[in-house]
């Protein structure tokens, strides 16, 4: 049985940073994508970034240049990191972590299985 566990969401400081981390387990095929996803209550789920298991990775426009994807896979599990730079208010929202068994990334929620349950990131002064 596949799970998806994120962490590291919190609350913080504009222009402040914030490291999130999903954690894959049960998952063993060596063809994946992995991406993260953010949500506002009330607006629909936004594609943020994805890297897949070529190590090709696409971010969205709005977060291209301060948010860095990362995947680790050399344990049991695969890992997904989320680095945060330079935040906003409006980066605000649930992040959640998802995967799928296709070797290219993409920020389209329709292609993906396995989903976490979700880390809050507040970005507030």
């Known amino acids: 049985q596949v799970q998806v566990v994120e962490s590291g969401g919190d609350s913080v400081q504009p222009g402040g940073s914030l490291s999130l981390s999903c954690v894959v387990s049960g998952y063993t095929s060596g063809t994946y994508g992995l991406a993260w996803f953010r949500q506002v209550l009330g607006k629909a789920r936004e594609g943020v970034a994805s890297?897949?298991?070529?190590?090709?990775?696409?971010?969205s426009p709005s977060v291209r240049g301060r948010f860095t994807i990362s995947k680790d896979n050399a344990g049991m599990a695969l890992t997904l990191t989320l680095q945060m730079n330079d935040l906003k208010p409006e980066d605000t929202a649930m992040y959640y972590c998802?995967?799928?068994?296709?070797?290219?990334?993409?920020?389209?929620?329709?292609?993906?299985?396995?989903w976490g349950q979700g880390t809050q990131v507040t970005v507030s002064s």
């Open positions: 890297i897949a298991s070529t190590g090709t990775i696409i971010y």
């Open positions: 998802a995967v799928r068994n296709l070797e290219w990334p993409s920020l389209l929620e329709a292609y993906y299985e396995y």
